[in-house]
């Protein structure tokens, strides 16, 4: 199989076996993912709406922790302001609403892609923006109808990266900002807990980036400007316990879905469409 970033046909180098897949590396780029890769229609059948609520598929409870994403996001939404974003804002992979709300409360025209169909209506309900219960790559994007758009924490999923940028970038109007986020595979937090890094988690993230193979993935779709910003990783209590062997009752319940941002784990990139 060749690598879904460069395109390389050779055979890829072994990297990591962990929870029952393999992990390899393209011997040109550098891009890890699961060997082998999934279809596109296999990995988007694990993002329903009970994605939100299993610790062991994906989230604890997500509505529950919303309060620990929303600190983030809006930290994130101050540094696209320092860029100049503003208009019409399209968040892809919006779960339940929590960064629309934000947006919209700084004057975003905001609206969502969610492919789980009761959680994207939480979202339409609780941010009062347009969400389509649709997956990215069967989304109508019309060319250049949006200034900014949004990807945190989706790209890691996707077995097409190069496709999903594109069809972003033609989205964006000229000089319109992407805003990624991704799992850094390359910061000290992975190099440091090795198998045991949290993030590794082969049934859901299928490709891991690192600050070389993000900018070239945003260069290969045809974003200029790259640049990587501080960004906190933020976790809940409870959803610290549960990815940790830390005993469950030592976290009293009134704490379990606050939370913190950890200053690591997280790459956070913006680029420019041309």
């Given amino acids: 199989m060749s690598c879904p970033l460069c395109l390389d046909a ?3 180098r072994h990297e990591l076996d ?3 897949s393999t992990l390899v590396r393209c011997r040109r780029c550098g891009l890890v993912r699961v060997d082998p890769l999934p279809t596109a229609a296999e990995a988007e059948r694990l993002y329903d709406d009970a994605y939100f ?4 598929r994906g989230y604890v409870d997500y509505v529950a922790d919303e309060r620990v994403f929303r600190s983030e996001f809006r930290r994130r939404l101050r540094v696209l302001a320092r860029l100049g ?6 968040d892809v992979g919006c779960a339940s609403g929590a960064l629309l709300t934000e947006a919209k409360a700084r004057g975003f025209d905001a609206s969502g892609l969610e492919p789980a169909p009761a959680t994207a209506r939480r979202a339409a309900e609780v941010s009062g923006c347009p969400v389509s219960a649709v997956a990215l790559r069967d989304a109508l ?17 996707l077995v097409d990266p190069r496709a999903a940028l594109r069809r972003l970038r033609l989205a964006l109007a000229p000089g319109g900002l992407l805003a990624v ?7 000290l937090w992975a190099h440091l807990s090795g198998s045991r890094w949290p993030f590794l988690t082969p049934w859901e993230h299928v490709l891991y980036f690192t ?34 062997p830390v005993p469950a009752a030592l976290v009293p319940p009134f704490l379990r879905h606050r939370g913190v941002g950890l200053p690591a784990g997280t790459l956070f990139a913006t680029a420019r469409s041309v």
Avoid: M
């Fill in 141 to 157: 994007l019309a060319p250049g109808a949006y200034d900014v758009i949004t990807l945190f924490d989706v790209l890691e999923h």
């Fill in 18 to 20: 962990v929870h029952g």
């Fill in 211 to 244: 600050r070389r193979t993000l900018t070239a993935a945003l260069a290969t779709a045809g974003f200029e400007q790259v640049r990587f910003h501080p960004a906190c990783t933020p976790l809940s209590f409870g959803t610290l316990v549960a990815k940790s």
């Fill in 181 to 187: 986020t991704v799992p850094d595979y390359g910061g």
């Fill in 10 to 12: 050779r055979p890829a």
């Fill in 85 to 90: 974003a503003e208009g019409r804002l399209l």
């Fill in 53 to 56: 609520r299993d610790a062991e």
